[in-house]
C-alpha cells in the first residue's frame, strides 16, 4: 500500500493556536485523530491543557474540554512526530507594508527536525504567492535525506499544500465544517493527500488546484470583500462633507435590483481584510492601483472619524468621551488591527479629557493604552451616564437596546448605523 496516498490519518499536529488553529486542532480531536497543538504562548498552552480556552469563540471552550478528557488533544511548546502538520500561525507585514512570513518561518525551522517520509504539512495562514513554494525549499535544506515536492513532484517523501481558511469569527466550528475548501498543492499528489485528511472533519467541497492559486484566491477573496468596503466608506465620507444621512442614502440605494452596497464603518479592522490586500500589492504593485486605493480609503476612516470627535470636543475645557467597542466586529473579543483601537488613540493624544472604554469581551485594555491614565475600562451604563460624548465603534449586540434618554443632548457617533 502506498502510505502517501492511502493511508489514514491518525495524528495532527497544529502549530499556532489562535483563532483559527484551536478550533481546527479541536475539530480534529473530536473526529477520533490524535491531535497535538503547538504554540509559543505557554500561558495558552497550559490552559489549554487544563480543558480551557484563551480566546473567546462560541462553543469552543466545551469543544476543547471534552478533546482534552478524552485524551484526543494536548498542547505544548514544541512539536512531534506525527503523520500530518498544519501551520496556522499569523503573517502581518512590516512597517513598510511587507509581508513578514517570520512566523512560517520559524514554525518550518521547528516541525524540520521530526519529519519522515511520507508525512504531510498544510499551510493554511493566509500568503503572498510563492510562500508554499518557499516552505518546500526550505525544509529542503534542512533535510537533505528527504525529497521535497518542488523538485520531486509527485515522488516527493513529504506532500506540502496550502489551503487557507475562510472562517467567519464567532462561527469558526460551524464554518470549518461547512465551508468549501480551496486545497492547493505544489504537485498534484500534494492536493490529493490533504483532500484526504481534510475529508476527516470537513463536510462542504474540497476543491484542489495549485499551492500558488490557493494563496492567490485567498488573498483575492479578502481584497474583493475590502475594495467593496471602502466604497462603502468613500460614500459616508461624501455624505458628512455634503451633510447627508449616509444610512438613508445606502438603504435607497440598495433598492436598485442590483445595487448592493455594504454598510460603513470606523476602518476595517482583523488579521485578514485589513492585512492580505497589501500582500497583492507587494507582489504586483503596477497591476494594483484599485487594490491599493480602497486600502488607503480605509486606512484613512478612522483619521476622518477622529478629526470629527475633535470638533465636537473642542466645546468642553474637560470633555468625557465614552467609547463603545474596541473589537473590530461585533459579539467578539478580536482587536487584531482594529480601527477602534486607532480612533481612541488619535484623540488620547489630540483631547485632554477621561476616556471611558467599553469593551463587554475583554478584562483589562490592550497595551496601547499602557501609561494613558485618563483611559479607562468601565461598564456600559457607567459610561453613559458620565459621558459628554458618545462613540459608538463596535455593533456588539449589548449596545443595541441603550436607554436613549442616556443619549440625549449629547453630541452621538454612530459609526456602524446601529442606533439608525
Known amino acids: 500500500m502506498d502510505r502517501q496516498t492511502n493511508e489514514p490519518f491518525n ?19 473530536s473526529r477520533g485523530l ?23 469563540e462560541p462553543d469552543l471552550d466545551i469543544l476543547v474540554n471534552g478533546a482534552v478528557a478524552t485524551g484526543k488533544l494536548r498542547a505544548s511548546t514544541a512539536p512531534e512526530p506525527a503523520d500530518a502538520f498544519i501551520v496556522a500561525v499569523p503573517t502581518p507585514f512590516t512597517d513598510g507594508r511587507v509581508p513578514d512570513l517570520s512566523f512560517i518561518e520559524a514554525a518550518v525551522d521547528s516541525l524540520a527536525q521530526v519529519l519522515k517520509a511520507g508525512d504531510l504539512i498544510i499551510i ?8 508554499t513554494e518557499m516552505v518546500s525549499e526550505k525544509l529542503a535544506a534542512a533535510r537533505a535525506d528527504l525529497a521535497f515536492p518542488h523538485a520531486a513532484g509527485n515522488d516527493a517523501d513529504i506532500q506540502i499544500a496550502h489551503s487557507p481558511e475562510r472562517v467567519l469569527p464567532g462561527k469558526v466550528l460551524m464554518e470549518l465544517v461547512r465551508n468549501d475548501r480551496v486545497i492547493g498543492g505544489i504537485s498534484p499528489r500534494c492536493a490529493e493527500r490533504a483532500v484526504q485528511l481534510y475529508k476527516v472533519a470537513v463536510d462542504g467541497q474540497c476543491l484542489t488546484t495549485t499551492a500558488r492559486t490557493a494563496e492567490l484566491v485567498k488573498l483575492s477573496e479578502n481584497a474583493y470583500r475590502d475594495v467593496n468596503i471602502a466604497f462603502a466608506n468613500e460614500i459616508s465620507l461624501v455624505c458628512e462633507e455634503l451633510g447627508i444621512d449616509v444610512w438613508e442614502t445606502l438603504e435607497l440605494a440598495n433598492h436598485h435590483p ?8 470606523p476602518g476595517v479592522g482583523g ?86 472604554i467599553v469593551e463587554p469581551h475583554i478584562s483589562a485594555l490592550p497595551e496601547a493604552f499602557a501609561g494613558k491614565h485618563h ?14 460624548i458618545i462613540v459608538l465603534l463596535t455593533d456588539h449586540e449589548a449596545f443595541k437596546n441603550v436607554d436613549e434618554s442616556l443619549l440625549e443632548g449629547k453630541p452621538v457617533f454612530d459609526t456602524r448605523g446601529l442606533w439608525r
Open 258 to 265: 442590483r445595487v448592493n452596497i455594504l454598510n460603513p464603518g
Open 11 to 29: 495524528s495532527v499536529c497544529v502549530i499556532g493556536l489562535g483563532y483559527v488553529g484551536l478550533p481546527t486542532a479541536a475539530v480534529l480531536a
Open 375 to 388: 483611559v479607562k475600562l468601565v461598564d456600559l451604563d457607567t459610561a453613559l451616564e458620565s459621558a459628554d
Open 124 to 131: 493554511e495562514s493566509t500568503s503572498p504567492v510563492g510562500t
Open 34 to 56: 490524535d491531535v497535538l497543538g503547538v504554540d509559543i504562548d505557554e500561558r495558552a498552552v497550559a490552559l489549554i491543557n487544563e480543558g480551557k480556552v484563551h480566546i473567546i
Open 271 to 356: 488579521h485578514c481584510i485589513a492585512v492580505d490586500p497589501w500582500f497583492i500589492v507587494h507582489s504586483a504593485p503596477e497591476a494594483t492601483p484599485l487594490i491599493r486605493a480602497a486600502r488607503q480609503v480605509n486606512d484613512g476612516k478612522p483619521a476622518a472619524i477622529a478629526d470629527r470627535i475633535v470638533s465636537a470636543a473642542a466645546t468642553y475645557s474637560q470633555p468625557v468621551i465614552a467609547f463603545l467597542g474596541l473589537a473590530y466586529k461585533a459579539n467578539i473579543d478580536d482587536l487584531r488591527e482594529s480601527p477602534s483601537i486607532e480612533i481612541v488613540d488619535r484623540l488620547a493624544d489630540a483631547v485632554t479629557g477621561g476616556f471611558l
